[in-house]
Each structure stands twice: as structure tokens, then as C-alpha cells.
């Protein structure tokens, strides 16, 4: 009977160690305490591992919108401005300044706006080159008719036009200079930026317009000047008339981008490339 009762009850041997259904029960006991601080701190451990990603998810969108506020400031020049694909830069001041004289001499000019129809050269996102060339070129062409200069476009609308048959319109009209108007892209590097122009290697007088449309262009204070550059482009090699192509900026960085969108800075641009043209063409008939 005690025997039973021993191992119903659980008691200590000689050595002091619980025996029985004792000691099935502690350590039972003991188990269920590790089972309910395993539970405790895991509980604790996905609350911490949730508060973290809440902090992180906070922290990242915080700063995607510093770095969208910062490339506006960038893009604007302004605090308040809206995002890029929708903002405009401030169109240029260009009040105060002197007209230009009528020339006295007569002046055919041809203007070549870049790609047109189903090729619409350098884009981003919905911003095509084909657009902003035909928008420069039809400036260009109503300020030089204010200075009584003949003028001839290669293309009137968004419409694709060759090379060679741009070159060949060239040769029949005989233009005085020849200026193909286009926008640029670089995609490896967003940061590369500016103007230039191009002329033929050959043409002497093509260089010295491309120096003069580059020199007026410098009074531009936010355009940065990237200079004149010799290139075979079939337009200016293939030409029998002075003829240059002029990149007015690159697409694929988001200020040119945003000025060259603007109607205010493509005002602007066309006058200065306009007093380029005139102030080489005035020159030559000097000489």
C-alpha cells in the first residue's frame, strides 16, 4: 500500500530525487513555463520585427518624396513647381532688349525641322524631339520673315521626310545657309546637358554660322554651351548650300528637357538662333 501510494504521490529516494508522477508533473510544469516564454518572446519578436518594417517603410518614403521635391527644385529652379513630366521651366527674360534691324540684303534661309511622322527621333515618355523641332523651326522661320528673310521649311507638319530628299530640296531652293534644327540624347549619363552645333569639315562658311548661332546662344544664361563640333550628318555633309545642325539640348537630362517643353525658352531660343543667322550672314555680305 505505501509502495503505491509512493508512486501515485511521488516521493525521494535515498539520493533526494523526486520520483514518479511527481516528477512527470514538474517536469511537465517545467515544460509548459519554457513553451509559454518561447510563445512570449516570439510574440515579442514579431512585434518588434513589424515595428521595424513600419519605421523603414516610413523612412523610405520620406525620402522618395525629398529626392522628388529636390530634382523639382533642380528641374525649376523653385519650391513649388510640379513634378517633371508635367513642369515647364520659366521662360526666359527678354524684355529690354534691342530689336533686330531688318537686313538690307537679300537672305534665303532654309530650316530643317529634325525627323517628323512615324520617325520621331529622341523622345521621353511623351515628349517626342519630332514635336519641339517643328515648334523651334516655326519660330525661327516667323522671326526671320519679321526681318524680310526669304524662308523655306522642309517640312511644314509631322510628316517623315528622308535625308536625301531633304538634301535635294536644299539644291533646288539654293538657300543662302541651311540650318537643321534637332534635339539630343544620351541615355548612359542623365547629367550630360547643352547645346551644340555641327557643321562639315569642309565648310568653312557652315562653321562660321555654327560659331555665330553658338555665340548667340551663350546670352542664355540657364543653357549651357557645349560649343561647335565637326560631324559627317548626312544633311550638313551632302549639302551644296553653308549648313549646320544645331542640338538644342538633351532629352534625356530633366532640365534641358524641361526647357526645351517650354514654349517661354523655345521663344527664346529661336530669337537668339535667329540673331545668330543674321549677325554671320550680315558679316559675310561685309566682307
Not at 516610413?58 to 523653385?78: F, H, I, N, P, Q
Not at 526669304?150 to 507638319?157: C, F, W
Not at 534637332?182 to 557643321?199: K, L, M, P, R, T
Request: aromatic share 8%.
Amino acid at each position: 500500500m505505501n509502495f503505491l501510494k509512493n508512486v501515485l504521490m511521488g516521493v525521494r529516494d535515498g539520493n533526494g530525487k523526486v520520483c514518479g508522477l511527481e516528477m512527470r508533473r514538474k517536469r511537465y510544469n517545467r515544460r509548459k513555463r519554457l513553451a509559454r516564454t518561447l510563445i512570449v518572446r516570439g510574440m515579442a519578436g514579431v512585434l518588434l520585427v513589424g515595428v521595424v518594417f513600419a519605421v523603414v517603410c516610413v523612412g523610405l518614403y520620406a525620402r522618395d518624396v525629398y529626392w522628388k521635391e529636390e530634382e523639382t527644385m533642380t528641374e525649376t529652379g523653385s519650391g513649388v513647381a510640379p513634378s517633371v513630366a508635367a513642369t515647364e521651366a520659366e521662360p526666359e527674360e527678354s524684355e529690354g532688349e534691342e530689336p533686330l534691324e531688318k537686313i538690307t540684303f537679300p537672305l534665303k534661309v532654309m530650316l530643317d525641322a529634325g525627323h517628323g511622322g512615324n520617325d520621331s527621333g529622341t523622345f521621353y515618355e511623351t515628349t517626342y524631339e519630332k514635336d519641339i523641332t517643328l515648334e523651334v523651326t516655326k519660330k525661327m522661320k516667323a522671326l526671320l520673315e519679321e526681318q524680310g528673310v526669304e524662308v523655306v521649311l522642309t517640312r511644314e507638319s509631322d510628316k517623315y521626310m528622308g535625308l536625301k530628299e531633304r538634301t535635294e530640296l536644299s539644291r533646288e531652293e539654293d538657300p543662302d545657309v541651311f540650318v537643321s534644327i534637332h534635339c539630343n540624347s544620351f541615355e548612359d549619363d542623365s547629367s550630360v546637358a547643352g547645346i551644340e552645333c555641327y557643321y562639315w569639315e569642309d565648310d568653312e562658311e557652315g562653321e562660321a554660322y555654327a560659331e555665330s548661332l553658338m555665340d548667340a546662344a551663350e546670352e542664355i544664361e540657364a543653357l549651357r554651351i557645349r560649343g561647335t563640333r565637326v560631324e559627317d550628318y548626312y544633311v550638313i555633309r551632302f549639302n551644296d548650300a553653308p549648313a549646320v545642325l544645331v542640338e538644342m539640348g538633351y532629352l534625356s537630362n530633366s532640365a534641358d528637357r524641361a526647357r526645351l517643353i517650354d514654349e517661354g525658352f523655345q521663344q527664346t531660343l529661336a530669337e537668339k538662333l535667329v540673331q545668330g543667322i543674321l549677325e554671320e550672314a550680315e558679316r559675310q555680305q561685309e566682307e
